[in-house]
């Protein structure tokens, strides 16, 4: 078992490094009230949005956040 708790603990670790990278090279969201007045998402970037770089980031983030949950709960058990 102190095994896989080693295993799980280096999976954990890395999932954290790379959340933190993931989140910095997100854009931020400072359009905000004029990016919705100029019609920014009527753009095709707007309408991409899902196949874009932006996207594709969103996506790890969400799951990456998922792993990280998860793994904090896992090595949290006392089962070891």
């Known amino acids: ?17 790379a959340l933190v990278i993931v989140v910095i090279m997100q854009e931020g969201k400072q359009a905000g009230l004029t990016g ?3 019609g920014a998402a009527e ?8 196949r874009s770089m932006e ?7 969400r799951y990456l956040g998922i792993v990280f949950i998860v793994l904090s709960l896992v090595l949290n058990l ?3």
């Open 43 to 50: 753009t095709y970037w707007g309408k991409n949005k899902g």
């Open 55 to 61: 996207g594709a980031l969103e996506k790890a983030t």
């Open 36 to 38: 919705s007045i100029s």
């Open 78 to 80: 006392k089962v070891w």
């Open 1 to 17: 078992m102190a095994v896989l708790h080693t295993i799980l603990t280096i999976v954990y670790i890395i999932a954290c490094i």
